[in-house]
């Protein structure tokens, strides 16, 4: 469900980038959890961000995905649910000092990762703001890009 990866991701630039975009953050919607939109949409947004950085991310990853930023924040509850339309994807936690996990089965701690979207899976947010680059990966599945991924540790 989830394998480690270790990466010499530029964590500032990403977040440089991020916070230039901040006023495109928008909230995010899933159409399958429409009694889950209010409280989505107040705490957890999304940008989609094409950038040269993160293609060489991806070549380096050995990976074809699309890249977004997430903000979950501080105190808030991801509730139990399967990605839309993406199998797996790489995760990478910027900045955060004491991360949440997420759960599967139990709590699983990372802040680079490759993660298995396809399974039920769930996040509860501590005190600090959640920021996210995810690789979304929409046509493989975890076990074929866990075979074929660099940088897995």
């Not at 928008?26 to 040269?52: A, F, G, V």
């Not at 599967?104 to 996040?123: F, G, P, R």
Request: hydrophobic share 30%.
């Amino acid at each position: 469900m989830l394998k480690h990866i270790h990466y010499d991701l530029d964590e500032d630039y990403c977040m440089d980038l991020l916070m230039y975009h901040k006023s495109d953050l928008q909230p995010y919607k899933d159409h399958r959890y429409t009694e889950w939109d209010k409280n989505w949409e107040m705490n957890w947004s999304i940008l989609k961000l094409e950038n040269e950085y993160f293609n060489e991310v991806m070549e380096d990853l050995n990976i074809d995905a699309s890249p977004r930023f997430y903000v979950l924040e501080p105190h808030t509850y991801l509730l139990p649910h399967v990605d839309n339309g993406t199998k797996c994807s790489v995760n990478f936690l910027l900045k955060s000092k004491s991360p949440a996990p997420i759960t599967y089965d139990k709590d699983y701690y990372y802040t680079q990762a490759l993660i298995d979207t396809s399974k039920e899976h769930s996040v509860q947010n501590g005190p600090e703001k959640r920021y996210l680059l995810k690789l979304s990966i929409f046509d493989k599945d975890f076990d074929q890009v866990a075979k074929e991924i660099r940088y897995a540790v």
